[in-house]
């Protein structure tokens, strides 16, 4: 048989493409990510990780597990090493990373890997510094108050509607010998900072505390005053898990345990507990005990939701494959791959566009509490949490330095009047985060 020279330039061609593609098959680019160890990574594994590997023509991601992975992950890249995709806390941690330039801008794949498209119009903002993508959000996060449905239908307690019923009906818990509030902090100190960013939105109000982070109010004005009052009032009356001695020694699934038997009464945690807390009542845990969720009360009595981003994913600077690392992300952040994380995982989705089919199967006061979020957001009675909003600096200066208030070290207004200060170096310097406007 006769072969012309195309014909054989073809099948030269044609074998180097095949051999390439077994290449690829079985010599893909690992990559990888370091995670906390838990049920819900082990999870995330299955119904992530997996099916990326899978589908993948060209990456495989190897999960790591870390106890205190997040400040391993911190000093490995300060040093130059780590995982390829850094994941963190929140988007005021991705703040220094990306002032030290530890992690990439990653602005090139927004149109080119169509993250433009998947997310919310907001959700990206959130990962800019100095007006570059260094990170993407995920798990929309809100802070809600857990109680024991058994307990309150048997007690007749009536759920409040105001803050002052909330104070009202705290009393009234401990005085029929029960816990008010199950907290601690001693597996994660920044825990502190989910009840300052309760009190200063929903005392204070959205509003003010929109105000302050934009320049515009001081943080020492009295309304944030009587929020950080209100909220030392109820340390100081043992209404969180009995006094600080507790809250400052025990563990959260003790924590959980104890507003799941009964012996407190409620629980006041992000959105992010509600992948676990099943795990406390019932047959699990071996009670009877229902549960559900209320909004934290507000001054005004609106139902107010305080939003925030619970971690966040970037691409390390010291990765010698980025490009595998943002296929990653992209298959991460599908509306797929994040309804499959909420209905299997019971975490709550990234800020990407899932349509309500896709939720389908779901607890029904997980769905609830989205349909809440969102008419929420549309009305404007969404407030700022601390972790997502707040510049580096005076994040940990609000965890931190609350513990002084609440041991009797200085007052609220020193303590107010610090945070002022702080905040201002970090405004003067053009740290703070993108603050979406109100609607």
Not at 55 to 75: I, N
Not at 121 to 141: F, I, N
Not at 398 to 410: A, F, R, V
């Amino acid at each position: 048989m006769k072969w012309s020279r195309i014909t054989i330039f073809s099948m030269m061609a044609l074998w180097m493409l095949l051999s390439i593609g077994l290449a690829s098959a079985q010599d893909k680019t690992v990559i990888t990510i370091w995670v906390e160890d838990g049920d819900e990574n082990q999870c995330w594994d299955e119904v992530v990780v997996a099916p990326f590997n899978a589908q993948s023509d060209a990456t495989v991601l190897e999960t790591v597990l870390q106890a205190d992975q997040w400040d391993v992950t911190r000093t490995a890249i300060s040093g130059g090493g780590g995982p390829d995709v850094v994941l963190t806390p929140g988007p005021s941690f991705v703040f220094e990373l990306a002032k030290a330039g530890l992690v990439l801008p990653m602005d090139n794949y927004v149109d080119l890997l169509g993250w433009d498209e998947s997310f919310v119009g907001w959700a990206l903002s959130l990962g800019l510094v100095d007006g570059q993508l260094y990170s993407l959000p995920t798990e929309l996060e809100t802070m809600i108050i857990y109680y024991n449905k058994t307990l309150f239908e048997e007690r007749g307690w009536v759920l409040p509607n105001t803050m002052d019923d909330l104070m009202d009906l705290a009393a009234q818990i401990e005085s029929e010998g029960i816990i008010p509030f199950s907290q601690g902090n001693t597996e994660w100190r920044p825990a502190n900072e989910w009840f300052v960013s309760v009190f200063l939105n929903n005392i204070a109000g959205p509003d003010n505390v929109y105000a302050a982070l934009t320049g515009e109010l001081p943080w020492t004005d009295e309304s944030f005053v009587e929020s950080i009052e209100a909220l030392d009032t109820i340390l100081q009356n043992g209404w969180f898990s009995g006094g600080l001695d507790i809250y400052y020694t025990t563990t959260f699934d003790d924590l959980h345990a104890a507003y799941g038997n009964g012996t407190a009464a409620m629980n006041m945690e992000g959105s992010w507990h509600m992948s676990g807390v099943n795990d406390f009542f019932g047959e699990a845990a071996g009670n009877e005990n229902d549960w559900d969720w209320m909004p934290i009360p507000s001054t005004t009595g609106d139902d107010i939701y305080s939003l925030g981003i619970g971690s966040t994913f970037s691409i390390n600077a010291w990765s010698e494959n980025p490009d595998n690392a943002a296929e990653f992300l992209t298959y991460l952040f599908l509306p797929e791959t994040q309804a499959a994380i909420t209905v299997n995982c019971g975490l709550a989705p990234a800020p990407v566009r899932i349509s309500a089919d896709m939720l389908e199967g779901i607890d029904e006061r997980q769905a609830r509490l989205f349909e809440s979020i969102a008419q929420a957001s549309d009305a404007g009675n969404y407030g700022y949490l601390t972790w997502t909003f707040w510049p580096p600096k005076s994040d940990v200066y609000i965890y931190e330095e609350i513990e002084l208030l609440w041991d009797g070290q200085i007052t609220a207004e020193d303590y107010l009047a610090g945070l002022n200060d702080v905040f201002a170096e970090e405004l003067e310097a053009g740290d703070i985060p993108p603050i979406p406007l109100r609607q």
